[in-house]
């Protein structure tokens, strides 16, 4: 690390085990337009030849830093580690199987700094240009109009002091804990909105998301969390409605899992992570309420 080296991004990279992608990832952020970055790689005890590549990078490009952990910490727990290295005022994720695009980084700072106000961005192709919305515009319209903060680490940009102030990534809620994330995210900043592609996103068997057991249980505990705890700015009403929906669907889907595998274990294992009772089924069950009108006109 060149510590005289003040970088404006940081640009983060876990990896668990990807020697088949991670060349191709580390040299897609190294050929940049964009060049005031530094490039840091925390690896989460791989037992492949992971390290061994990212090192050749680190001895030949200074912005480039490899730390290696002494256990395995899981996915977010591993981001969040990731960002303790960090210097740069933005971070950006770029996942060791994905790529950025040569000139992904130069446009996603460039529209950061034309909204200081704003200290979170994601990708949304729902509009032509670049939007901001506030905290309860955006939350509003992700429940009631069309889901816009369903994306993932790598389609994100924030401000790094404003990502430890709000607690970094949540790590009791699975593969989805991203998805709390962007909700907490949105309730203490505006949101950029960023209509252009910058990331290849690579799909692939070995993804973290190909596991829709975790989300079977771990979607309705973000949410739970989320209508409980967050300030969501929504209506009394409103949250009502989106809890009971939320109990609804996990109900709908419980049922459907049971069915299709028979796994008397497993379904009682997401029915107690989910720390769902039968009150909570015949509630979901039970729910078939129009979507409230929301806020009244003053």
């Known amino acids: 690390m ?20 991670i060349a191709e990832a580390i040299e897609s952020v190294l050929s940049s337009t ?21 090192k050749q990078f680190e001895e030949k490009d200074e912005r480039v830093t490899v730390y290696v952990n ?16 960090a210097r740069g005022e933005y971070i950006f994720y770029v996942d060791s199987d ?16 034309q909204h200081p106000q704003s200290s979170f961005g994601m990708q949304c192709k729902k509009f032509e240009n670049v939007v901001e919305f506030g905290p309860v515009e955006a939350i509003r319209t992700h429940f009631f109009e069309f889901p816009l903060l369903l994306h993932g680490p790598g389609a994100t940009i924030m401000k790094r002091d404003f990502f430890n102030k709000i607690g970094k ?8 804990g991203d998805m709390y994330f962007n909700l907490k ?3 203490y900043s505006p949101i950029t909105l ?16 190909n596991n829709p057991f975790d989300y079977l249980y771990n979607n309705y505990k973000y949410l739970n969390a989320a ?19 939320n109990k609804r669907r996990f109900s709908v889907n419980i049922i459907k899992f049971f069915f299709s595998t028979r796994d008397v274990k497993k379904t009682s294992y997401a029915l107690k992570e989910a720390k769902f009772s039968f009150k909570d089924f015949i509630t979901g069950i039970s729910y078939f309420k129009e979507k409230p009108a929301g806020p009244k006109k003053r």
Not at 169 to 176: D, H, K, L
């Open 169 to 176: 990534y949540p790590t009791e809620f699975g593969v989805p």
């Open 70 to 85: 002494e256990i395995n910490l899981g996915q977010f727990p591993n981001r969040n580690k990731a960002s303790e290295y």
């Open 98 to 113: 994905d790529k950025i695009l040569s000139n992904g980084i130069n446009l996603l700072v460039e529209t950061m700094l």
């Open 227 to 245: 209508f409980a705890n967050l300030p969501l700015g929504l209506e009394k009403e409103e949250l009502i409605w989106l809890d009971k929906k």
């Open 194 to 209: 960023i209509p252009f592609d910058f990331l290849f996103y690579r799909v692939h068997p070995g993804q973290e998301k």
């Open 34 to 54: 964009y060049k005031n970055f530094e490039l840091i790689i925390v690896d989460d005890c791989s037992t492949d030849n992971t390290v061994q590549i990212a």
């Open 185 to 187: 995210a949105t309730c």
């Open 2 to 21: 060149n510590n005289n080296y003040s970088p404006l991004v940081s640009v983060l990279m876990t990896s668990y085990n990807r020697e088949e992608f």
